[in-house]
């Protein structure tokens, strides 16, 4: 089982000294990254950080989130762009409206697939999308 589907954060979110997530395990078995009580929460915290990075940090298309996401540093993100992209249907120019439940449940669900090699549970995301 992938890390992300162990600790029920399927985005793998990074463990934060500043932030605490709604249904969060404090402290985490993992050292680095997030533990959450049920998927749906994991997926709340991805889908709620997502509308952040438009919000705060001003990224607008697809190809924006996912470098801020999964940086080259660390990550081959120009593969983990055009996965996402195959899977939604989208060119990397795609302008999600973070506001929009079907199009953010099938962001989410991209991107869990390039996070965990599985295809996502959407009832999982519709539920996080449900705690927002």
Same mark, same amino acid.
């Given at each position: ?6 600790? %029920?954060?399927?985005? %793998? ?9 709604? &249904? ?17 929460? &994991? ?31 660390? %990550? ?11 899977? *939604? ?12 439940? &079907? ?7 991209? *991107? ?21």
């Amino acid at each position: 089982m992938s890390r992300g589907l162990r600790n %029920n954060n399927p985005l %793998n979110i990074r463990l934060s000294a500043t932030t605490v997530w709604q &249904g969060e395990i404090r402290p985490s078995q993992d050292r680095s990254f997030c533990q959450f009580r049920t998927m749906a929460y &994991g997926y709340r915290a991805g889908l709620k950080l997502l509308q952040n990075y438009r919000r705060k940090h001003g990224c607008r298309t697809i190809a924006d989130f996912i470098r801020r996401w999964a940086p080259p540093t660390e %990550n081959n993100t120009n593969g983990y762009i055009s996965r996402v992209c195959k899977e *939604m249907q989208v060119p990397a120019s795609y302008v999600p409206d973070v506001g929009d439940q &079907g199009t953010m449940c099938a962001f989410a669900a991209a *991107m869990s697939q390039v996070e965990n090699g599985v295809p996502a549970v959407m009832e999982d995301i519709i539920t996080g999308w449900s705690l927002l």
